[in-house]
């Protein structure tokens, strides 16, 4: 008797959760956006072409691996780049430059940046810097605005 009784709810909930698993599934939850109307929508690589600085920091990522542009941050495989606009070749104080860029005799505006970056090799013969050519126009110049604004 006291067996039978418990037995019945238990069953019975079962069946419901059997039930609720039959019914139409709800969407998963990830699936569900939720946005407010006239929300922008979150940064994502269309929206940062449409503002220059999160597209050049967005193709700074490229050079990140080896630069940091943190002001007074320490050189990483290559030199620090905060303030490098204006700077000259191979002077950043504490980092081992090749013999090329020390000797290079550029001041880095915004167009010896722009063909360096086109070329590195081809712009300073020699130097240690072998990757991070960047063959896109608009990707240099979103670059060079970025790195433009930030001053050491
Ligand atoms: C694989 C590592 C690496 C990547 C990636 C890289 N660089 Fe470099 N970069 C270097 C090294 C090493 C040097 C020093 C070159 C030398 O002494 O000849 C350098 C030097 C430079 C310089 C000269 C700085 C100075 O103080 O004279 C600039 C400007 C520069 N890089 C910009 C960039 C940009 C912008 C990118 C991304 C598009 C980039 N680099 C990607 C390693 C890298």
Not at 23 to 43: F, H, L, N, Y
Not at 48 to 69: E, I, L, M, T, Y
Not at 93 to 98: E, I, L, V
């Amino acid at each position: 008797m006291y067996k039978a009784t418990l037995a019945r709810p238990l069953t019975l909930a079962l069946a419901l959760a059997l039930a609720a698993c039959g019914s139409d599934p709800e969407p998963p939850v990830e699936q569900i956006v939720v946005r407010e109307p006239g929300t922008p929508v979150a940064a994502t690589p269309d929206s940062a072409a449409a503002d220059p600085s999160a597209a050049g920091k967005a193709a700074f990522a490229a050079c990140a691996a080896c630069h940091s542009v943190e002001l007074g941050g320490a050189s990483g495989v290559g030199p620090n780049l905060a303030g490098v606009v204006g700077r000259k070749a191979g002077t950043l104080a504490g980092f081992a430059y090749s013999d090329a860029m020390k000797g290079s005799g550029i001041t880095w505006s915004e167009e010896e940046l722009d063909a360096f970056l086109a070329n590195p090799a081809a712009k300073v013969p020699g130097t240690s810097m072998a990757a991070g050519a960047v063959s896109d126009e608009a990707r240099r110049a979103a670059i060079i605005a970025y790195l433009a604004g930030i001053t050491g």
